[in-house]
T-cell receptor
Framework: AQKITQTQPGMFVQEKEAVTLDCTYD???????LFWYKQPSSGEMIFLIY??????QNATEGRYSLNFQKARKSANLVISASQLGDSAMYFC???????????????FGKGTSLLVTP | NAGVMQNPRHLVRRRGQEARLRCSPM?????VYWYRQLPEEGLKFMVY????????ESGMPKERFSAEFPKEGPSILRIQQVVRGDSAAYFC????????????FGQGTRLTVV
């Protein structure tokens, strides 16, 4: 079984500052993938970043980076230079590596609400 | 993710009616996943389908819920005899088996049972 824990229900950050959203996970799978999604008030799920458990380097996508610490089972999302448009819910998710029988099913955390203030 | 199309975006049903939610995957994707998001919660996996096959329905309620992904046409999530507790956002995601490092979601269908 896999589990994601996001301990911060809400976060505030000032515009142009960096913010870290916490995500810890629990899994018995030998390999897995970690995702972060953004859900603005309009409701859609926007893919942000992916990290494979065997990737040697931390993933980065523009202003998003994933601070992956495998031994600690944490996959924190770092948003640099926050913008007002970053205000949204952020979800961390985990899935086992694809096998030939089941594809994948993402397990999501409960999310963190981020508010960026001017 | 604009390629995964869900309709309707909003659906209102009275208790006891049927709800049909549609999902057209991205072009070239043959794998479809349905998730449910209750208020203030993350998404919960419901069912995983490939064309004409249900691969994993471990997240589906045992009664009233069914899903299909026919050879032609969209995937359908059907909820019979809806109850207030079915009110949620239902998301569909699609993937190509070879590129599982991204999961593309549709914009969701918000079901309200009155």
């Amino acid at each position: 079984a896999q589990k994601i824990t996001q301990t911060q229900p809400g976060m505030f950050v000032q515009e142009k500052e960096a913010v870290t959203l916490d995500c810890t996970y629990d899994t018995s799978d030998p390999s897995y993938g970690l995702f972060w999604y953004k859900q603005p008030s309009s409701g859609e799920m926007i893919f942000l970043i992916y990290q494979g458990s065997y990737d040697q380097q931390n993933a980065t996508e523009g202003r998003y980076s994933l601070n992956f610490q495998k031994a600690r089972k944490s996959a924190n999302l770092v948003i640099s230079a926050s913008q007002l448009g970053d205000s949204a819910m952020y979800f961390c998710a985990i899935y086992p590596q694809v096998n030939s029988n089941s594809g994948y099913a993402l397990n999501f955390g409960k999310g963190t609400s981020l508010l960026v203030t001017p | 993710n604009a390629g995964v199309m869900q309709n309707p975006r909003h659906l209102v049903r009275r208790r006891g009616q049927e709800a049909r939610l549609r999902c057209s995957p991205m072009k070239g994707h043959s794998h479809v996943y349905w998730y449910r998001q209750l208020p203030e919660e993350g998404l919960k996996f419901m069912v995983y389908l490939q064309k004409e096959n249900i691969i994993d329905e471990s997240g589906m309620p045992k009664e009233r819920f069914s899903a299909e992904f026919p050879k032609e046409g969209p995937s359908i999530l059907r909820i019979q005899q809806v109850v207030r507790g079915d009110s949620a956002a239902y998301f569909c995601a699609s993937s190509s088996f070879d590129t599982n490092t991204e999961a593309f979601f549709g914009q969701g269908t918000r079901l309200t049972v009155v």
